[in-house]
Each structure stands twice: as C-alpha cells, then as structure tokens.
Nanobody, 123 residues
Framework: VQLQASGGGPVGAGDSLRLSCADSRRTSSNNGVGWFRQAPGKEREFVAGISWNGGSIHYSESVKGRFTISRDRAKNTVYLQMNSLKIEDTGVYYC?????????????????WGQGTLVTVSS
C-alpha cells in the first residue's frame, strides 16, 4: 500500500480545505480508512474514519459537524472535507488503512500510514 495524503496548506480561521488520501496500489478497497492528526508536541489523535463501503463513519467530538469524510472507491481515494477551521485544527494530517473493513479510533489497529500533509490555521 502506498498512501499519498495531499491538500494541506496555510489557511485562515473559518476557511475550508479538502484533504485527499490516494491509494496508488489499490489495496485498501476492502479496508476502513482513517484520518489522524498530530499537533506540535502532542500525540497523534483520531479525526475521522470510514468503513470499506462508506456505510459506517465516525468522527472525533472536536470535528463533528465541521469535517466530512468520504471515499471514492473507483478512484481509491478518501477525502476529508474540513470546514469552519479553527486554530486548534493545526497539525500534520495522516491517512491510514485499517487492519479490518472498519475504521477504528485506535492507532494500533491501522496497518499502513501515509506521509502526512500539514494544515496550518491562523487567526
């Protein structure tokens, strides 16, 4: 699995960004995919996850109502639409492929990780 996360960049508070996670080797089709983020000096935390067919989705409380995860199985890509961005959303965002068909909130249950894309939200 080779995951490529993209779409990050500097934005202002209240702005939107869409992150993409492309699976070039197409081996995540039957697996859940999650987005995590890591702020400077903090642990990597779960943001959002989607099951293999999109039927099960969940979010962390901090992004619920602002972020939307989706996947296009034909393109082997998972997206994270981020609206109403806050300064505390700043961090490196990683996508990861779950060991199962569902997406867990637990980092250890993910097998493959992308390289991360940096999101910087300023006031």
């Amino acid at each position: 699995v080779q995951l490529q996360a993209s779409g990050g960049g500097p934005v202002g508070a209240g702005d939107s960004l869409r992150l993409s996670c492309a699976d070039s080797r197409r081996t995540s089709s039957n697996n859940g995919v999650g987005w995590f983020r890591q702020a400077p000096g903090k642990e990597r935390e779960f943001v959002a996850g989607i099951s293999w067919n999109g039927g099960s989705i969940h979010y962390s409380e901090s992004v619920k109502g602002r972020f939307t995860i989706s996947r296009d199985r034909a393109k082997n890509t998972v997206y994270l639409q981020m609206n109403s961005l806050k300064i505390e959303d700043t961090g490196v965002y990683y996508c990861a492929v779950s060991r199962s068909s569902f997406a867990s909130t637990t980092r250890d249950l993910y097998r493959y990780w992308g390289q991360g894309t940096l999101v910087t939200v300023s006031s």
